[in-house]
T-cell receptor, first 115, second 118 residues
Framework: DAGITQSPRYKITETGRQVTLMCHQT?????MFWYRQDLGHGLRLIYY???????DKGEVPDGYVVSRSKTENFPLTLESATRSQTSVYFCASTPLTDFRTDTQYFGPGTRLTVL | AQKVTQAQTEISVVEKEDVTLDCVYE???????LFWYKQPPSGELVFLIR??????QNEISGRYSWNFQKSTSSFNFTITASQVVDSAVYFCALRGLQGSGNTGKLIFGQGTTLQVKP
């Protein structure tokens, strides 16, 4: 039962480079999310996806691109990394089949540093 | 608009003390869900509890208890007889049925860092 995994776990890159963070879940959950965690802000939603080929912006989408060609994968791309994108990124998923009982499950996080 | 406020940025207690973490939320939704997550020093997010807006019963799980009060829009978390292993960042989160457009999006508070000293 692998659950939800993220890769890489740690990444250092330079300003202006393109970076892709991977997220994979084995539960076939419909909904997937990308959050970033910054001190003083908690977790903020970047993008989410309701199903394959359906994505939408969250609270802080600028500078990020997502795709979802397969239900189990939800990559997040920083097209031209900036220092302000230094953060810890969490991927999450939920089946959302029963709103009363569904819980969001989080991956282990990716710590990204942009120099 | 939906918002979650955790006014306590950091709390430090000595082992065996009781500690309460505050969470205040704002939403116009009539149906909503509140969550607490724990983030230990290892960094992962661990789900602790989910509470539905129509169920105001308090809940106890071992040393953990949660006090949900709709009248004050609060969902506070108490750890009784704290232990060093309770040291972590704790997040309160909100999911509104209408405000989130049935997408399951979570609105997080800023987090409270709890340090339990031996």
């Amino acid at each position: 039962d692998a659950g939800i995994t993220q890769s890489p776990r740690y990444k250092i890159t330079e300003t202006g480079r393109q970076v892709t963070l991977m997220c994979h879940q084995t539960w076939s959950h419909s909904y997937m999310f990308w959050y970033r965690q910054d001190l003083g802000h908690g977790l903020r939603l970047i993008y989410y996806s309701a199903a394959a080929d359906i994505t939408d912006k969250g609270e802080v989408p600028d500078g990020y691109v997502v795709s979802r060609s397969k239900t189990e994968n939800f990559p997040l791309t920083l097209e031209s990394a900036t220092r302000s994108q230094t953060s810890v990124y969490f991927c999450a998923s939920t089946p959302l089949t029963d709103f009363r009982t569904d819980t969001q499950y989080f991956g282990p996080g990716t710590r990204l540093t942009v120099l | 608009a939906q918002k979650v406020t955790q006014a306590q940025t950091e709390i430090s207690v000595v082992e065996k003390e009781d500690v309460t973490l505050d969470c205040v939320y704002e939403t116009r939704d009539t149906t909503y869900y509140l969550f607490w997550y724990k983030q230990p020093p290892s960094g992962e997010l661990v789900f602790l509890i989910r509470r539905n807006s129509f169920d105001e019963q308090n809940e106890i799980s071992g040393r953990y208890s949660w006090n949900f009060q709709k009248s004050t829009s609060s969902f506070n978390f108490t750890i009784t007889a704290s232990q060093v292993v309770d040291s972590a960042v704790y997040f309160c989160a909100l999911r509104g049925l209408q405000g989130s457009g049935n997408t399951g999006k979570l609105i997080f508070g800023q987090g409270t860092t709890l340090q339990v000293k031996p």
